[in-house]
T-cell receptor
């Protein structure tokens, strides 16, 4: 069974600093995808970044990058130059199997990030 | 990307009643996913709804409590039956993108008194 673990319930970071949100996963399937979502106080779910298990390079999207360490089964999200608008809940998620829009995605418990001015 | 509309956006219900949440997608999709997010918690998958067949429920969720309809490729409903205060949550409808991630509706915030 697939499992996602986020060990940081909450984090406080000074504005403009970089922040790393931890995520470890467990799966027996050699093919899987890892996702990060942001949920601001408004409640909407915002997709940030994706990493496939066979991707050779770490994914990047603007200020977001995913530090993918396959052997350690970790997929940490790195936010560079944090901004006040980054304050939100962040969820790590995983889908087992090939990239298939019809397969379910399982979410971790989340990390609440607070950016301090 | 897909645009997903959910109704109602929020509701306050009495214990013992049932509420049906509607989810409309602006494109045809095979699977639709229903998630629950209890206060301060993560998203938990309730069931996967495939058009033309019975929904597939996750462990801990049963059809009698959360009946789902999927009459066509753009629409689904989730009913929360015989509600109790523990059912107070945000219920989210989602669909998969061709690139693998999920698109979410705005959610339906349900409060049960």
């Amino acid at each position: 069974a697939q499992k996602i673990t986020q060990t940081q319930p909450g984090m406080f970071v000074q504005e403009k600093e970089a922040v790393t949100l931890d995520c470890t996963y467990d799966t027996s399937d050699p093919s899987y995808g890892l996702f990060w979502y942001k949920q601001p106080s408004s409640g909407e779910m915002i997709f940030l970044i994706y990493q496939g298990s066979y991707d050779q390079q770490n994914a990047t999207e603007g200020r977001y990058s995913l530090n993918f360490q396959k052997a350690r089964k970790s997929a940490n999200l790195v936010i560079s130059a944090s901004q006040l608008g980054d304050s939100a809940m962040y969820f790590c998620a995983m889908r087992e199997g090939d990239l298939n829009r019809d397969d379910k995605i399982i979410f971790g418990k989340g990390t609440r990030l607070h950016i301090l001015p | 990307s897909a645009v997903i509309s959910q109704k109602p956006s929020r509701d306050i219900c009495q214990r013992g009643t049932s509420l049906t949440i509607q989810c409309q997608v602006d494109s045809q999709v095979t699977m639709m996913f229903w998630y629950r997010q209890q206060p301060g918690q993560s998203l938990t998958l309730i069931a996967t709804a495939n058009q033309g067949s019975e929904a597939t429920y996750e462990s801990g969720f049963v059809i009698d409590k959360f009946p789902i309809s999927r009459p066509n490729l753009t629409f689904s409903t989730l009913t929360v039956s015989n509600m109790s205060p523990e059912d107070s949550s945000i219920y989210l409808c989602s669909v998969g993108a061709n690139t693998g991630e999920l698109f979410f509706g705005e959610g339906s915030r349900l409060t049960v008194l």
